[in-house]
């Protein structure tokens, strides 16, 4: 395959950290879901909770650069939900909050490296009680100047980023088999043969299997339904 994009690819899937999520609490500027999407992808978190009226549930293409198809993003209509769904995913979880309290302790003091979740809410508001009675601890990220808070996102990434320092020194990001088959399939196949992928998905057919260089492997059967059957 041109690029070695399946490779690339596999190699992504293969790092992904399933014990690790965000959960956003009413968190309704789709620039900033995107830009938390984006990060998660980054750092290898594949699940993303969002709690979030139905009629607003969209992504914005353009500020998530094609990371929200790397990145499952579950909508719930409200925080119990998500966290019952959370503790389901990730047996042991420890529920972290952004939230400055009397409790509160620096997000670099915690260990990233147990399975783990992490609430944050929108500016103006913060989390809601429902949402910080389900936290294990809160946390804080130390401020030096006027303002109390950062940009959601900002403040998504910085703690992203010490879960990914302390999860690489850790070895936590070597090759991993975690990832379901048929999900890796999925989104191998997506990810590599778009186009076909897109056929595939218009007139019925399940993806084939691909062999070791992402090449697809189908008979004449697959390809003649392909080209000439009707969308179904």
Same mark, same amino acid.
């Given at each position: 395959?041109?690029?070695?994009?399946?490779?690339?690819?596999?190699?992504?899937?293969?790092?992904?950290?399933?014990?690790?999520?965000? *959960?956003?609490?009413?968190?309704?500027?789709?620039?900033? /879901? +995107?830009?938390?999407?984006?990060?998660?992808?980054?750092?290898? *978190?594949?699940?993303?909770?969002?709690?979030?009226?139905?009629?607003?549930?969209?992504?914005?293409?353009?500020?998530?650069?094609?990371?929200?198809?790397?990145?499952?993003?579950?909508?719930?209509?409200?925080?119990?939900?998500?966290?019952?769904?959370?503790?389901?995913?990730?047996?042991?979880?420890?529920?972290?909050?952004? %939230?400055?309290?009397? +409790?509160? !302790?620096?997000f670099?003091?915690?260990?990233?490296?147990?399975?783990?979740?992490?609430?944050?809410? =929108?500016?103006?508001?913060?989390?809601?009680?429902?949402?910080? @009675?389900?936290?294990?601890?809160?946390?804080?990220?130390?401020?030096?100047?006027?303002? =109390?808070s950062?940009?959601? +996102? !900002?403040?998504?990434?910085?703690?992203?980023?010490?879960?990914?320092?302390?999860?690489?020194?850790?070895?936590?990001?070597?090759? %991993?088999?975690d /990832?379901?088959?048929?999900?890796?399939?999925?989104?191998?196949?997506?990810?590599?043969?778009?186009?076909i @992928?897109?056929? *595939?998905? =218009?007139?019925?057919?399940?993806?084939?299997?691909?062999?070791?260089?992402?090449?697809? !492997?189908?008979?004449?059967?697959?390809? %003649?339904?392909?080209?000439?059957?009707?969308?179904?």
């Amino acid at each position: 395959m041109a690029d070695n994009r399946f490779k690339r690819v596999k190699t992504v899937l293969d790092k992904r950290q399933l014990d690790l999520t965000v *959960c956003l609490d009413e968190v309704h500027k789709h620039h900033n /879901l +995107s830009a938390i999407v984006r990060t998660a992808d980054a750092v290898g *978190c594949h699940h993303i909770h969002a709690v979030w009226p139905k009629e607003q549930r969209r992504l914005t293409n353009n500020t998530s650069g094609g990371s929200k198809n790397w990145v499952e993003t579950h909508m719930h209509n409200d925080i119990d939900e998500a966290v019952n769904t959370i503790r389901e995913q990730i047996p042991g979880v420890q529920i972290l909050a952004t %939230n400055l309290s009397d +409790s509160a !302790v620096d997000f670099r003091e915690i260990d990233y490296t147990k399975p783990t979740a992490i609430i944050v809410g =929108q500016e103006r508001d913060g989390i809601s009680d429902k949402a910080l @009675a389900h936290a294990d601890q809160h946390i804080i990220i130390p401020m030096e100047g006027m303002v =109390q808070s950062l940009n959601v +996102s !900002v403040a998504a990434a910085l703690i992203l980023y010490e879960v990914q320092r302390q999860r690489h020194n850790a070895n936590m990001y070597e090759p %991993n088999d975690d /990832l379901d088959k048929d999900t890796k399939h999925t989104m191998l196949f997506e990810g590599c043969h778009p186009i076909i @992928a897109k056929q *595939c998905r =218009q007139k019925g057919l399940a993806y084939p299997a691909l062999d070791d260089e992402g090449e697809i !492997v189908a008979d004449d059967t697959f390809w %003649n339904t392909l080209r000439f059957t009707k969308q179904a």
